[in-house]
């Protein structure tokens, strides 16, 4: 039987070589996509040059690290044997072998700044830290904002868009900049002819799971030839509206399912919006649960990777006018614990009067952390935003634990596709 040290070593190497194989498919996977968009040779090389380097800068620090450790190595410890019921399999490992992407993750934060996690909470428009009227490409600047300013994410408007081969160079330029891998996101719901789509038919004219699929599968498509990598849809109101897919909860769970799906399958992260629902008001929680809520349940058991909460008050549920977005009754007892989602949560916009009205950019997004949200979406003044919540994490109202549990869920999805976890 091997001793406790040769085991911990055997571990080890196992460890580096599943974040070598996560770096190695994502590489790939980066390839094929801008491939598929037509953007070059040129960004081919520029981003396989970036992961290349990545890759190296993992080995080199884990193999740093393993050599510190041997020439240190504790004396190994016995253990009491097992209880002569319990089996273990030949090939056991550890928790971080059994969920290498988790190994991953953690390996990359253990590398970050509590500055640089902080502003990965943050998903702003490009004009947030350029400063630029409207951003229509990524230099020298772009390249400098993202530096001093390593967002979680960016997210881009119609007015961004000049034409297909302008983005896409764009989002491949700033991707490269950027020191950590960030969303790229739009909001392109079924039915717009925005970001150089084909119009689809709307929410409401589509009556079954086969023709939502193609609808946001079209646009999927559409979106990672850009390198688009998460759209803000579709909307999952239980309403009689163009945007929605009607009034009947029934009806309507499988469609907005439907569209998610559709959407991740095709590499493109969906987000659901927006929770708990337009008609929430005072209606108590048994009420939505039997209506509003079936279309997020359904979607949540079948791994949606991220909810977008609303602004509305819930006082039926809450019992006071908090903002959902700001109430750690929406999102860390109804959303997290009643109906069980695990993915990111993210605010709506930050900068909609129904904030900043009554809450500085500091105040709102300290609450939204506070409340248990992940991202949060475009604060009025991001600046103010960044530093408030460092602000809170240094006098210890929010902990380091809970700016990791966010940062974590965001990287897990983030990666999600860079290693088979089957």
């Known amino acids: 039987m091997k001793d406790e040290k040769t085991s911990r070593r055997e571990r080890r190497r196992r460890r580096l070589r599943n974040q070598f194989l996560a770096y190695l498919i994502l590489i790939i996977v980066i390839i094929l996509v801008l491939a598929a968009g037509y953007l070059g040779v040129k960004g081919v090389l520029r981003y396989l040059d970036d992961y290349n380097d990545k890759v190296n800068r993992v080995i080199e620090e884990a193999e740093s690290s393993m050599a510190v450790e041997q020439e240190s190595e504790p004396e190994p410890i016995i253990q009491e044997a097992p209880d002569a019921g319990t089996e273990y399999n030949e090939g056991y490992s550890s928790p971080v072998d059994a969920d290498p992407l988790g190994g991953l993750i953690e390996s990359l934060l253990g590398n970050m700044t509590t500055e640089e996690m902080v502003a990965g909470l943050f998903i702003v428009s490009p004009e ?72 689809t038919a709307k929410a409401s004219e589509l009556a079954d799971t086969d ?20 759209n803000l849809a579709p909307v999952a109101d239980i309403t009689p509206e163009e945007r929605t897919f009607g009034s009947d909860a029934s009806a309507a769970a499988p469609l907005v399912d439907a569209a998610v799906q559709a959407m991740q399958e095709a590499g493109v992260s969906a987000v659901l919006q927006k929770f708990p629902g337009a008609a929430a008001g005072s209606r108590s929680l048994d009420e939505l649960k039997n209506n509003e809520f079936v279309a997020y349940s359904m979607a949540v058991q079948n791994g949606v990777d991220c909810i977008m909460v609303s602004h509305i008050s819930a006082d039926g549920v809450t019992g006071d006018d908090t903002p959902s977005s700001l109430s750690s009754v929406m ?12 993915g990111v949560v993210m605010t709506d916009f930050l900068d909609d009067s129904a904030i900043t009205d009554s809450y500085s950019s500091a105040e709102a997004a300290v609450a939204a952390i506070q409340a248990g949200a992940d991202l949060l979406l475009s604060p009025e003044d991001y600046q103010e935003a960044y530093e408030g919540v460092l602000q809170a994490v240094a006098d210890g109202t929010i902990s380091q634990e809970r700016i990791h549990d966010s940062i974590y869920r965001i990287y897990r999805v983030k990666y999600k596709n860079a290693i088979d976890t089957q």
């Open 211 to 230: 023709s939502v699929r193609q609808a946001y599968g079209t646009i999927a498509a559409k979106l990672t030839s850009y390198g688009v990598d998460m």
């Open 331 to 342: 999102i860390s007892d109804v959303l997290r614990n009643t109906l069980g989602f695990d």
């Open 128 to 199: 947030d830290i350029t400063g630029v009227g409207t951003a229509v490409q990524a230099g020298e600047g772009t390249k400098t904002a993202i530096t001093q300013n390593p967002v979680g994410g960016l997210v881009y408007a119609p007015k961004n868009f000049n034409s297909p081969e302008q983005f896409a160079e764009m989002l491949t330029n700033t991707r490269g900049f950027a020191k950590y891998p960030v969303f790229t996101a739009v909001r392109a719901e079924c039915g717009t002819a925005e970001f150089g789509l084909e119009a």
